[in-house]
């Protein structure tokens, strides 16, 4: 499975991205997908998660009220859409694959076998 992630950039605090990640190989739909962030300095930290047949979904705390997970599996594809954006929230944004990675509901990122390239989300202040 390849993970190719898009819609990062720059914006204001308070406002709105829709992070996508397009995953590419053979049976995708059986895949929990989950997204992580890690800023500088920092580790890889847990954002939100959802299950493969997208009926269930988890969120850090941190972004629970403000961020949504979602996915396509007729275009293999997940979204985050992130609204009420804090400057806090900057980091590098991965999306990442697991077949029962969502079953545990630790949500480590050692639970995922793949990840793709990141995209920059930078809110400014």
């Known amino acids: 499975v390849q993970l190719v992630e898009s819609g990062g950039g720059l914006v204001q605090a308070g406002g709105s991205l829709r992070l996508s990640c397009a995953a590419s190989g053979r049976a995708f739909s059986t895949y929990d997908m989950g997204w992580f962030r890690q800023a500088p300095g920092k580790e890889r930290e847990f954002v939100a998660a959802?299950?493969?047949?997208?009926?269930?979904?988890a969120l850090a705390d941190s972004v629970k009220g403000r961020f949504t997970i979602s996915r396509d599996n007729a275009k293999n594809t997940i979204y985050l859409q992130m609204n009420t954006l804090k400057p806090e929230d900057t980091a590098v944004y991965y999306c990442?694959?697991?077949?029962?990675?969502?079953?545990?509901?630790?949500?480590?990122?050692?639970?995922?076998?793949?990840w793709g390239q990141g995209t920059q989300v930078t809110v400014s202040s």
């Open positions: 990442a694959a697991g077949v029962g990675a969502y079953t545990t509901g630790r949500y480590f990122p050692g639970d995922y076998d793949y």
């Open positions: 959802i299950f493969w047949s997208g009926g269930t979904t």
